[in-house]
């Protein structure tokens, strides 16, 4: 017990000086558009002093007023700003830690690790994904109470995010409720528990989102579109996605959404100019993806929290191909869902490693 208390001790102190050591050296080493983001909300600063009470419709102005109500403003260095909002994210990543009772086999050391560098790297600096990292782990914390004020709870702080943040995670919302209700039947509906029920209603419910928004003349994947419409000839867009149909009806819009989810795992086009940064994206994130897959498959998400918890990584990723412009800003914005990957990681390590000790005492007996 001692020496596992140790064991996990030295781990967080690694964890922090991992990152500190990524913050300090980052900006040295990275091209300027890793901190673009962080550029935007420093600039904001002065503006958001002016209004320090009110919300704005900018989510760059309402980052900025979340960072200076922390004092950020006052810091005034870029690699002190990386270490305080690291800090946030730490102080998340050790709640996440010690509430699964992590286990630290190799494996979950590497991949706890490897993310570790990422988060120096996209959330060692000033940026709106630190917020949605904190919120997730929140809505995890609320998940994890199971009470029934749980509901009100965490559909609230999904909303005030959404409000103050960014818009598109009512449509995170959205997919979470379809992934939840019916593809893993979590209040147990007769007609969700055959497939071709369960696929014909979740097509229909897909396909209302899609006609929905066109029917107010709106295109979801167009803004994608207009987001790459400047960049198709920089030397920086080597990751970028695109539409592969002009958008002219819903069905068009749906296309366009399944074919680049699609891309977002396996990026055929970029096979010919493939380097290997690009390369290391696309192995990391399939093997993620098959860690997932193989955790669904066992079936151990079978309690409501955790099949919650799955459908938000799942319908993270669904939102993903909505809108992300390249595999950057992909990478990126899915850090704020890793809370919950590494939290349902651990907790099926636990699981197994605790099967493989009843095995072994039960055949030794």
Not at 130 to 135: G, K, L, R, Y
């Amino acid at each position: 017990m001692q020496k596992s208390w140790y064991l996990n001790i030295t781990f967080f102190c690694f964890l922090f000086l991992q990152a500190f050591i990524v913050i300090t050296i980052a900006e040295g080493i990275l091209p300027p558009k890793y901190f673009y983001d962080a550029n935007t909300i420093r600039d904001q600063f002065a503006l958001a002093q002016q209004f320090p009470f009110s919300f704005s419709t900018d989510s760059f102005i309402n980052t900025a007023k979340f960072y200076q109500l922390l004092g950020f403003d006052k810091l005034g260095i870029r690699v002190l700003e990386g270490y305080g909002s690291y800090v946030l994210v730490y102080v998340c990543l050790i709640v996440i830690l010690v509430k699964a009772k992590a286990h630290l086999s190799m494996k979950a050391i590497t991949i706890v690790v490897v993310w570790n560098v990422l988060f120096g790297i996209y959330l060692g600096q000033l940026s709106k994904d630190v917020i949605a990292f904190i919120t997730i782990t929140l809505l995890l914390l609320i998940i994890l109470l199971e009470r029934k004020a749980s509901v009100v709870a965490y559909i609230g702080l999904f909303i005030l995010y959404a409000l103050l943040f960014r818009t598109y995670w009512f449509i995170y919302l959205y997919f979470i409720l379809l992934n939840y209700i019916i593809i893993f039947n979590s209040y147990n509906t007769k007609i969700f528990s055959r497939k071709f029920s369960k696929l014909f209603f979740y097509a229909a419910a897909i396909i209302v989102l899609f006609f929905a928004a066109d029917f107010v003349g709106v295109h979801l994947t167009d803004s994608r579109s207009e987001v790459n419409m400047y960049r198709l000839d920089s030397s920086d867009a080597v990751t970028i996605l695109i539409n592969p149909f002009d958008n002219s009806s819903f069905l068009t819009d749906a296309l366009n959404w399944i074919i680049v989810w699609f891309l977002c795992f396996f990026p055929i086009m970029l096979f010919k100019n493939m380097n290997l940064l690009v390369l290391c994206f696309v192995g990391w994130n399939l093997y993620n993806t098959h860690l997932i897959a193989k955790i669904i498959k066992s079936g151990f998400v079978s309690s409501r929290p955790l099949k919650l918890i799955v459908s938000m990584i799942i319908s993270f990723s669904a939102t993903q191909a909505l809108f992300e412009p390249d595999l950057g800003s992909l990478l990126r914005h899915e850090l704020a869902v890793i809370p919950l990957f590494i939290f349902l990681f651990l907790k099926f390590t636990a699981q197994f490693e605790k099967r493989k000790e009843m095995d072994k005492e039960y055949h030794g007996a």
